[in-house]
């Protein structure tokens, strides 16, 4: 069965610079969620989206922006990027009638 | 404020023993989901249990909720050394909104040795 789908898997970024992660969801899911997990931490959500308009939002920094686009995908846009930014990015898809989310196997992004 | 918490933080058995795990949460919740997390690596969904359930099997996994004590048990029957991961509940809180956040409590890591 196809899964959540999410690029890079690793990123190598200097501070001050931009990152874009994309998620692609699975088939027929109307829903994305994007998560972050620094080391030795539980998931935080950041952010979700339902039929491409923000449905939720968490502990995002304003640094950091996201949308879903018209084939569900979304992309993750993070700029002026710190240290502490250094964590996995998770992407997360679901339906909005039954909220069980499935995980993309994540991003991490390291800034050094 | 967090909202799952699991119990314990650790757990080390032998293979072919039982795990169990805790969670309690805080606020009313659609459904509540454990995942399994391998060290640096993504999360498995693992089961879902609705509010309106008590209990869930899937394979090796039994699942509780109590809602009127705000908590839910993961059992793994005769553990294999495979089973070594981080275990994390997760809640859907109880509202309308669509994209509903869940939010994770702090994990079990568990350790099944061989």
């Known amino acids: 069965a196809a899964g959540v789908i999410q690029s890079p898997r690793h990123l190598i970024k200097e501070k001050r610079e931009t990152a874009t992660l994309k998620c692609y969801p699975i088939?027929?899911?109307?829903?994305v969620y994007w998560y972050q997990q620094g080391p030795g931490q539980d998931p935080q959500f950041l952010i979700s989206?339902?039929?491409?308009?923000?449905?939720d939002k968490g502990s995002i920094p304003d640094r950091f922006s996201a949308q879903q686009f018209s084939d569900y995908h979304s992309e993750l846009n993070m700029s002026s990027l710190e240290l502490g930014d250094s964590a996995l990015y998770f992407c997360?898809?679901?339906?909005?009638?039954?909220?069980?989310?499935?995980f993309g196997p994540g991003t991490r992004l390291t800034v050094l | 404020s967090q909202q799952g918490e699991e119990d314990p933080q650790a757990l080390s058995i032998q293979e072919g023993e039982n795990a169990t795990m805790n969670c309690s949460y805080k606020?009313?919740?659609?459904?509540l989901q454990w995942y399994r997390q391998n060290s640096g690596r993504g999360l498995v969904h693992l089961i879902l249990i609705r509010s309106n359930e008590r209990e869930k099997h899937s394979g090796r996994l039994r699942v509780t909720l109590d809602t009127s004590k705000k908590s839910s048990s993961l059992l793994i029957t005769a553990s294999r050394a495979a089973d070594t991961a981080s275990y994390f509940c997760?809640?859907?809180?109880?509202?309308?909104?669509?994209?509903?956040?869940?939010?994770f409590g702090g994990g079990t890591r568990l350790m099944v040795k061989p």
């Open positions: 989206f339902y039929e491409k308009m923000q449905s």
């Open positions: 997760a809640t859907d809180p109880l509202n309308n909104n669509a994209g509903n956040m869940l939010t």
């Open positions: 997360a898809s679901s339906t909005v009638l039954y909220n069980e989310q499935f």
């Open positions: 088939p027929r899911h109307d829903t």
């Open positions: 606020t009313s919740i659609n459904n």
